[in-house]
C-alpha cells in the first residue's frame, strides 16, 4: 500500500486518531495543555498531510487518490474516496480552517476542554469524509456524523439561547437528511432493478451512468436538493442559521460557516445535479406560465441575495450580522452552480472556498472582541480603531473580502459567477448584481459602528489590542484572501477539467428538455431538419 | 522601459508595505514623508520615462498606438481570459503623467499640512495606496483590472474621507462615499458582463478592433451597455444623479480633496468614456445622455455653488460642475477635449484646494468664508496662486481653463446630431453655466482674500492674524499655479491662435479609433511571439461622432474661424462679467446680498440646500429601504418562516401530550388496545 493510495484515509482519520488519543489521557487539570496543542497539533499534521493531494494533482476530469474497499458486501456498499478538482479545495479549505479555528479557542473554552477538543476533532473528521466519499451511503453516513460533534458543541459551549439553536439546527437538517437517506434507498433499489446482474450499487460512478426515468429523478431530486438547500441554507429554509451561528461558540461558529454549509452546496454539485440532471429542467407550471426547477432554485437564490443582506443590514447584533451575510453570499454561490456555465460554476466552486476564508475569519473576529466584552451588540462598541489598531487592519481586510473588493478573494468568485450566469439568464443577474450594492451597506454600516466614531463606552477605552495567538489565527486567513485575490487562475486550473465533466452532462439534459419542449410544442408538423434548425437557433439564443 | 511601466504601480505599493506594516514602528514623521514621497518621484520618474520612451518608439517604428505588458494570469476560466496586464497609449499616457504629476506635488505638500497629526504615516499608506490604485486604473489593459483600480481608488476615497474618524460626521461622508460609489459599481459590473457577452473578452484592445463589426451602430446593445458604464462614471466622477457624495467628501483631509476628490479619482469616470469612446460611438442615443446629464450636473452644481459658504464646500460643487463640462464634451464625441480638461482641471482645481486647505491651516481650522476675508495681506503666496487658477478656471485668456473650456463651448457649438435642439440648448446652459462659474469662483475668493476683516472674535483673541504656510505648501502651490497659467496654450490652441494642436494629436490614436494593435507579453519571456499587427477596423466604426473631423473640415472656410473668435469673445466676456460683477458685490457692496437673500428666498434656500436632494433620496431610498429590510426580519423571519417552523415543534409536542395517557404501562391497557385494532380490522375488512 503506497503513501498514493492511502493518503485520503490519513487526511480523513488523522483527526479521529487524535481523538481517540485525546480520549485515552486522564481528565485532569494537569494534562489541560496536552489537550489543546494535542488538538492543535493533530489538526496541523492533518493540513499538512493533506497538503499532499496538491502534489501532481493534476486534474483530468477523473478522481484521484482513489481508495474503493468492500465495506458493507451483504449490501454492495463501499468504502470509495476520491478527490477531484470540485472537492479538492473544500477539503484543503476545512483542514486549513480547523487548526485556526482551535488555535483561536485556545484559553476562550474554559469548561469541559476536554470533550471540546475530541469533539471538534470529531467534527474534522466528518467533514471531510463528506467531501471524499464517493459512495452514497458512505456520503450519508459522514453527513449524518457531522451533526452529532455539532450538535454538542453548541448545546455545550454555545451562549444563552444555544439549546434551542442546537435543536433546531439537528431538526432542520434530520428533516432534509431523512427524505435524502429514502431518495437513496430508492436510488439503490432502483439500480438494482436496472442492472440485474451487477445487483444494487451506492457508487456515485455506477449510479450516473444509470438511464434513470424523468419522474423518478424529479422525486429522488427534491429529496435531494431539500437536504442540500437546508444545509445550504436556501430562502427560506434559513432560519436556523441564524440561531446556530450566533449561538455557537467562536469556533463552531467558523467551521460552521466555513465548511458546513458548503456541504449543501458541495451536495448539489457532486450528487443532486449530476445523479438527476433532467430533474434540474423538469418543468413546473402551465401552458402560458411554466419554469424549470432550474429556474425556481435560481430565484431562490437571488431572493436570499437581496432578503440575506436587506436583513442583515437592521441586526443589532454583529454575529447574527454576518450570519444573514452568509445568506447572501451562499445565494451568489446557488446562483453559480444553477447557471450551468464554465465561469459561473468554477467561480461558484472557489466562492465556496471564499466563503469559507472571509466569513470564517469575520467569526473569528467577532469572537475575539466577544471574549474581551462578552457583547456582540454592535451598540456596546464604536470607536474601538483607537485602542484596537491592528484588529482594526485585519478587520479592515477582511470586511473588504466579503464586501468582493477587486483583488481580493471574494471577487474572484463573485465576478466569475455574475458574469457567467449574466450568460445565463440576464435578469436575474441583474437583481443579484443589487447584492453587491447591499454588501457594502450591511457590512460598512456596522465597521462604521462599531469602529468609527468617539468610544461611548468607557470599558472600551482600555481594550487590549490583539495578542499573539489571535494574530496567528487570523493572519493565515488575511495572507489567502490576497493570495486568491490576486492568483485566482492558480485555483481555477485544477476546478476547471472536473467541473466541466458535471456541466457538459447538465448542457445534454438542457438540450434534450429543449428538444422535448419544442416537439411538443409543434407536434408532427415540422420535418426533423427544421426541428434541427430551430434547435440550432434556440442553442444560439441560449448562448447570447 | 515600457516593459517595466509596472514599476510605477510597484513603488507606491512598498510605501504602502513600509509604512503599512512598520509605521508604527518606525515613528518618524520624516522618515514616513520621505517613504510617501520618494515613493511617488520614483513614479513619476517611471512615467515621464515611458512617455518619452513611447513616443520615441511611436515615432520611429509607428507601429500601432497599444502596447500591453501582460503581467500574470489573472482570471483564467474556460474561454473567459483576464490578464493582469497594463495598457500603454496615448490616453494612458496622459492620465499616467498628470495622476503621478500632480500626486507627487500633494504629497510634498502633505508633509507639510498633516505635519502635526498623529495619523501621518497611515496617512501616507493610504495615499500611496491612493496613487497605486489610480494608475491600475488608468494603465488597466482590460475592464478587470480597471475595475480593480475603479474599486480600489473608492476605498482608498473611503478611508481618506474618514480618516478622523473619531468623528462620526467623517466616517459617515465616508461611507456614503463608497455606499453611492458602488451603485455606479454596479452599472460597471453590468457593462462588463454585458462586454464579455458580447465580445468574449474584456481586453481593451479586443473591444477596440472588433467593435466595428460586433456592435450594430445605433442599437440597444451599445445604448445597454454604454449606459451601464455611464452609470458607473456618474458614481465615481459624481455626476447626477449619484453626485451627492462628493461634497460630503470634503470632510476630508483638504490634500486629499485637492488629490483624489478634484485632480484624480473624480476624473475616473471621464478616462472610462474616453477609453471605451468605441462603444459611446457606437450609440448616437447615449451619446446624447452623456452629454445631457454633464450639462445638467454642470448647471445644477453651478447653481449650488454660488450660495456655498464653506469655501471646501465651493470648490467641490465647483468640481462636479467642471465634470459635467467633461461629459458634456464627452457626450458630443470630443474625447480629447474632455481629457484636455481633465488635465488643466487638474492643475487649476489642484492649486484651489491646496490654497483652499494654507488658508485653513493659515485661519486655524475655520472653513466659512463669512468668517474670512481681507487674508491677501498676510497670506501672499497663497493669494496670488488662487487667483490664478481662479482666473484659470474662469476661462480667461491665456490661461489654462480658457483653452479647454472654450474648446468643449466650440465642440458643442458644431456638434453634428440627430438630436437638432440639442447643440443649441446645450451650448447655452453651457454657456450660462461658464458665466456661473466666474462668479462663485470671482465670490469665493474675493470673500477670502479681499474686502472687510471678519475674523470672528475668538480666533483673533488666540492667534491675532492668519499666517502665511510654509515651503513644503507654498512650493507645489507655485508650481500648480505656474500650471495653470501656462498648460492651455503649451497643450492646444485653437487654428485661430496659432494652431497648437500637440496634445490632439497626441491622443488621436486613443480616441479617434485606434488602427491596428500590437501585442507584448513580457510574462513568458522565453516564448516571444512574433508582434504581430491586427487589422484595421471596418471603416464605418471610425465614422460615427468624430467632432474633431467635423472640426477639420470646418476650419477650412473662412468665415468659421470668425466665428470660432467670435464664440471665444463671447466665452471671455462671461468670464469677465463673472468675476468683476463678484468683485463688485464682494468687496464693494457687501451688504446687498443679504437683501437679495430675503428677496429671493426660496431660490436662495433651494440652492443652499443643494436642492434638496439628499433629502430626497433619505426619504424615498433609505426610510423605505430600511422598513423593508426590517418587515423582511421581524414579520417574515421571525414570523412567518419560524411560525411554521415553531409551530410545527409546537404540534407535535401537543399531539405528544394528548396521546400521553395511552401509555400507562399497564400491560392489561396494551393488550386492549390491541385487540381494539383487530376488531377495527375485521369490521374494515367486512364492510369492504
Redesign the interface.
Known sequence: MTLEANILSIVTFLPLVGALILLILPNTEEYKSGFRWGALAFSIATFIASLFLLLGFQANGNLHFVMQIPWIPAINAEYYMGVDGISLWLVLLNTFLFPLAILSSIGVIKTREKMYYVLMLVLETAVTGVFLAQDLLLFYFFWEAVLIPMYFLIGVWGGKNKLYATT?FV??TMVGSLLMLVAIIALYLQSGAINVLSGPTFSLAKLMALDLPPQFQFWCFLAFALAFAIKVPLF?F???L?DAHTEAPTAGSIILAGVLLKMGTYGFIRFALPLFPDAAFYRLGGDFFNFTIRDLIMALAVIGII?GA??A???IDVKRLVAYSSIAHLGFVMLGLMSFN??AV??AILQMVNHGISTGALFMLVGFIYDRRHTRLIADFG?I??PM?VYFNFFLVIM?SSVG???LNGF?GE??I??GS??VN?LM??IA??G??LA??YL??MF?RV????VTHPENKTLADLVPREVWSVLPLAVMTFVIG????MF??KI?PDS?VVLTRMQAAETASDEALISRERPRELPPDEVADLLASRAEGGA? | MLDLVWLAIAFPLIGVLINGLFGRVIRSKLISGIIGCTALGLSFAVAVLTWLDYTYQFWTTRDGPYYEVVLWPWMYIGNLKIDAGLLVDPLSIVMFLFVTGVSFLIHIYSTGYMAHDEGYSRFFTYLNLFVAMMLILVLGNNGAVMFVGWEGVGLCSYLLIGFWYKDMYNANCGMKAFVVNRIGDFGVLLGLFMLFTYFGSLNFTTIFKEAGSVLEPGSWIPLAIALFLFLGATGKSAQFPLHIWLPDAMAGPTPVSALIHAATMVTAGVYMVARLNPIFNASPTAGFVVALVGCFTAFMAATVAMTQNDIKKVLAYSTVSQLGYMFLACGVGAYWVAIFHVVTHAFFKACLFLGSGSVIHGMHEEQDTRYMGALAKFMPWTYFTFLASTIAIAGIIPFAGFFSKDEILWQVAIWQTRFGWAPTMLWIVAALTALMTAFYMGRVTWKTFQGQQRWTPEFVEKHKHPHESGAAMVMPLVVLSALAVVAGFLLFTPPWLGNNTTLKDFLAPSTANAQYVKTHAAAEPGQHQPEHELPAPGAEAASAGHAGEHHAAFISLGNVTATEIAFAAFSVLLALIGLLVSRQIFVNQPKATEAWKKHWAPAYQFSLNKWFFDELYHRVIVVPGTAVAYACWRFFDLRIVDGIVNGTAWIVGVTGHLVRPLQTGFVRNYALYLLLGVVILLIFNLVK
Not at chain 1, 469602529?451 to 468617539?454: I, K, L, P, T, V
Not at chain 1, 490576486?486 to 487562475?489: N, S, W
Open positions: 433546531k431538526l432542520f427560506p434559513h432560519t436556523w441564524p432578503y436587506l436583513v443590514a437592521v441586526q464554465q465561469q468554477d467561480g470607536g480603531a483607537k489598531p473588504l473588493l477587486p483583488a474572484a465576478f466569475p455574475l458574469l449574466f450568460q440576464w443577474t441583474l448584481t443589487l453587491v450594492i457594502a451597506v460598512l454600516y462604521r469602529f468609527f466614531g468617539e490576486l492568483f485566482p487562475t481555477f486550473g476547471t466541466h447570447r
